[in-house]
């Protein structure tokens, strides 16, 4: 005599489809943070000429949102700096405040999609 029972077969299988949705809808969570950080960093970014505001650029790369500027003076707007006649200009961090507003919208939309 056997016994089948198909339906922890299905069950089993159903994980590893659960699995890839649960990843396509974090994905996707982490894209609408990326854009929210984004936002909240041109909002917050220091504009002279708006060279700094249009390097600035966020990606979501193997699993994490990446925050860049290429602009040669971004590290130093963002983190203050010194000057030739040695005054300290403070930093005016946009890239820190975009980074934490995507971490803060994403921990509050990945909230229940498991």
């Known amino acids: 005599m056997s016994i089948e029972v198909f339906g922890n077969r299905a069950i089993i299988e159903g994980l590893d489809n659960l699995e890839e949705l649960i990843k396509a809808a974090a994905h996707e969570k982490m894209e609408d943070a990326a854009t929210v950080g984004l936002q ?33 003076y971004a590290l130093p707007v963002e983190l203050g700096h010194h000057t030739a006649s040695g005054s300290f200009v403070p930093p005016q961090p946009y890239l820190v405040p975009g980074a934490v507003a995507a971490g803060d919208d994403l921990m509050k939309n990945l909230h229940g999609i498991i």
């Open 40 to 72: 909240v960093a041109e909002a917050v970014v220091p504009v002279d000429t708006g060279f700094l505001r249009s390097r600035l650029d966020v990606e979501v790369r193997d699993d994490q949102i990446i925050f860049t500027d290429d602009a040669d």
